[in-house]
């Protein structure tokens, strides 16, 4: 799967997804990002499912969201390029627009997020489930695990955990057990 994310980082197609590792060569110059994202496996009806429920998982609350990560690239760019889980996302994406259109009427680009959010908290949460909604909840926990992978390897992402390794020192930092420069206090390594 990190192998995958390595790759994905030279894929000049994502508008808003940046890998976390990702970097320029000052010898080749970084091509423009594109202005949209053009989806590689989902039509536009099912990635703007994607890009509104990954929204509601990860949602801008004063921070960065799942949207401003772009997750919803992420997520289009490892189903296109994985055929083992191609299907249970376009069938999960069917299954929450009926759900929806079941429940309110409307398919669930067309409904309020009040009741997006309804729907999405009946699939996570265990005391609200139904025996009836299986595929649901397996979709909602696979759509939620590439949420979460995809907003935690983006630079945005890293950056909300206030990661090191995006930091640049000019200086390697001082060891902050200055009287045991040895590290005699810290336990010893177990393997």
């Known amino acids: 799967m990190l192998a995958k994310v390595a790759a994905m980082s030279q894929f000049g197609g994502f508008s808003r997804w940046i890998c976390a590792a990702e970097h320029a060569h000052t010898e080749n110059a970084p091509k423009p990002r594109p202005a949209t994202y053009t989806p590689q496996f989902f039509t536009p009806a099912e990635y703007k499912i994607i890009d509104q429920s990954t929204e509601l998982i990860i949602p801008n609350d004063g921070t960065p969201g799942a949207r401003d990560a772009g997750v919803s690239e992420f997520i289009d760019f490892m189903v296109a390029h994985d055929d083992d889980i191609q299907y249970r996302f376009r069938t999960g994406v069917a299954w929450l627009?009926?759900?929806?259109?079941?429940?309110?009427?409307?398919?669930?680009?067309?409904?309020?997020?009040?009741?997006?959010?309804?729907l999405l908290r009946r699939l996570a949460y265990r005391d609200q489930q139904f025996p009836t909604e299986i595929q649901g909840q397996e979709f909602f926990k696979l759509l939620?695990?590439?949420?979460?992978?995809?907003?935690?390897?983006?630079?945005?992402?890293?950056?909300?955990?206030d990661y090191p390794g995006l930091k640049l020192y000019s200086a390697s930092p001082e060891c902050p057990h200055k009287d045991d420069p040895e590290h005699r206090h810290l336990a010893p390594p177990r393997f």
């Open 144 to 161: 939620r695990e590439y949420t979460v992978m995809g907003y935690y390897t983006s630079r945005i992402g890293l950056e909300q955990l």
């Open 97 to 118: 627009d009926a759900f929806a259109t079941e429940n309110y009427g409307s398919g669930f680009s067309d409904i309020s997020t009040a009741q997006q959010q309804a």
